[in-house]
């Protein structure tokens, strides 16, 4: 079963997403939240993206506009509710802070 990964901090300045992508298994759920959003700018986005599809990295909307933070067409733009949703649909849900 799926575990979705709330990854709140950039990794500019933290190992929060590194940490998230040693442990991340092909049938995870990636969702980029608050400062977490810089991460789009990441090179560990690409890293990710090879252990999971990117139909499975996502990142809160107004978040992302908050921070002015260009979205790729390939990452999917979701709402506070959609997030609820997820976090029924998985087995675990780990916040990365």
């Given at each position: 079963?799926?575990?979705?990964?709330?990854?709140?901090?950039?990794?500019?300045n933290s190992q929060e997403?590194?940490?998230?992508?040693?442990?991340?298994?092909?049938?995870?759920?990636?969702?980029?939240?608050?400062?977490?959003?810089?991460?789009?700018n990441h090179d560990l986005l690409a890293?990710?993206?090879e252990i999971i599809s990117v139909k499975h990295i996502k990142v809160i909307k107004h978040h992302a506009a908050a921070r002015g933070q260009y979205v790729p067409k390939d990452i999917e733009r979701i709402s506070m509710?959609?997030?609820?949703?997820?976090?029924?649909e998985t087995?675990?849900?780990i916040t990365w802070q």
């Amino acid at each position: 079963m799926a575990t979705l990964h709330l990854v709140r901090k950039s990794a500019f300045n933290s190992q929060e997403l590194l940490q998230c992508c040693q442990v991340l298994t092909s049938l995870d759920i990636l969702i980029l939240i608050d400062d977490g959003c810089y991460n789009l700018n990441h090179d560990l986005l690409a890293d990710i993206k090879e252990i999971i599809s990117v139909k499975h990295i996502k990142v809160i909307k107004h978040h992302a506009a908050a921070r002015g933070q260009y979205v790729p067409k390939d990452i999917e733009r979701i709402s506070m509710s959609d997030l609820v949703s997820l976090t029924f649909e998985t087995e675990n849900v780990i916040t990365w802070q």
